[in-house]
């Protein structure tokens, strides 16, 4: 009866374990929206889930970004995460700490990790390999750090979380 007890006992335990890392609780957490969005060409880049270091978009919070794209008008893209240089806050300039990823047509997912540089807007978009140019895009943040204007067919609110 005691063996009983303890096997039962140590199930509980490894069972509440796991519910509590899959349920991914974490302290505070911070909300962003989806802003500004173009996709012209039947493109799509969805952003899922946004964790940050500090529970924010502020400089040097650590995010980590998790989305779905599904690429239809080219064969072959880069999929960049990056803010929008607001002003040039370092001798590199903008575009620094970056993350890009290359594509092929279809869908799939997608997970970067970025420290915010310095003030600008985060997004993800699409390149074109070949010429460089961007052809759709999807900002997200809150607050200053969110880039808006009317943009039909992006989703509104999304929770983020801070990391384990």
Do not use: N, W
């Amino acid at each position: 009866m005691k063996k009983r007890h303890l096997v039962v006992s140590a199930l509980f335990c490894m069972l509440q374990v796991s519910c509590l890392s899959s349920r991914g609780i974490v302290p505070g957490g911070a909300p962003f929206e989806v802003g500004a969005c173009d996709f012209p060409f039947g493109d799509r880049i969805q952003i899922e889930r946004v964790a940050s270091s500090t529970g924010d978009f502020s400089i040097g919070s650590v995010l980590t970004v998790r989305g779905s794209y599904d690429l239809r008008s080219r064969e072959h893209a880069m999929l960049y995460l990056g803010t929008t240089c607001i002003a040039v806050f370092d001798d590199r300039g903008c575009g620094y700490g970056l993350r890009r990823r290359e594509l092929s047509r279809g869908q799939g997912t997608f997970e970067f990790v970025i420290t915010l540089p310095g003030p600008g807007f985060p997004h993800v978009a699409f390149y074109d390999k070949q010429t460089g140019s961007k052809f759709g895009s999807s900002y997200f943040g809150s607050g200053d750090s969110l880039l808006t204007k009317e943009s039909p067919g992006c989703a509104s609110v999304i929770e983020a979380h801070m990391p384990q």
